[in-house]
């Protein structure tokens, strides 16, 4: 005769902490080892705050004011102070070298690897072209939330080789007073649909 299968009864058939298997609790465990002394310290040590009580003190207003006087007498005129200007790196002097006949060139390279034109871009000058190439080349890492410049730093140290030409298309930029040069196409778009938003 087949055996039959038992519906109750049985230790096979309790369910539970009553089998031998405890059940699982989260209230109180630690999840990360820490040795007991650091941690007999951390409960057992008090904090102790100690506040010092200082008396005001008050001065003669007419002694003030004639030491005063007397510290203007002996005090030379001061000097403009002078800002030092920022030395600029190697690659900036060599960027600011490059003419716009290069940076023509250097983008007409690129165009000649494309297979047709670029449409959506008719509009646009050379340099706002390049800028935003440079924008959407990942090789030289994210570009969103960082001005162009520090990501051209970026890649320059991490040894990435990013194009001399983005440099002084940057520099000259902003040598002309073009503030928004140094944010992305993709961060204004970002920013202004935060904005619609909010």
């Not at 609790?25 to 007999?40: E, G, L, M, R, Y």
């Not at 690897?113 to 706002?128: C, D, F, I, W, Y």
């Not at 930029?173 to 619609?196: C, P, W």
Request: glycine share 4%; with cysteine.
């Amino acid at each position: 005769m087949p055996t039959t299968r038992r519906s109750t009864g049985g230790a096979r058939a309790r369910q539970g902490p009553t089998k031998g298997q405890s059940t699982i609790s989260f209230a109180s465990s630690v999840t990360k080892a820490i040795p007991k002394d650091i941690k007999n310290n951390v409960i057992s040590a008090p904090i102790r705050t100690k506040v010092e009580v200082t008396e005001p003190v008050v001065k003669d207003v007419v002694e003030e004011e004639e030491q005063d006087d007397d510290e203007e007498e002996d005090e030379e005129p001061e000097k403009p102070s002078v800002q030092p200007t920022e030395e600029k790196s190697k690659e900036e002097q060599l960027a600011e070298d490059i003419t716009d006949a290069q940076v023509n060139k250097y983008w007409k390279s690129i165009e000649s690897e494309r297979k047709a034109p670029r449409v959506h871009q008719e509009g646009l000058s050379t340099n706002e072209k390049l800028l935003r190439y440079f924008d959407v080349s990942s090789q030289y890492g994210p570009c969103i939330g960082i001005p162009r410049k520090k990501r051209w730093e970026r890649a320059h140290r991490l040894g990435l080789n990013p194009p001399l030409e983005v440099l002084a298309v940057l520099l000259k930029e902003t040598s002309k007073g073009n503030k928004t040069v140094q944010v992305t196409e993709i961060d204004q778009i970002l920013n202004s649909s935060a904005a619609v938003e909010a």
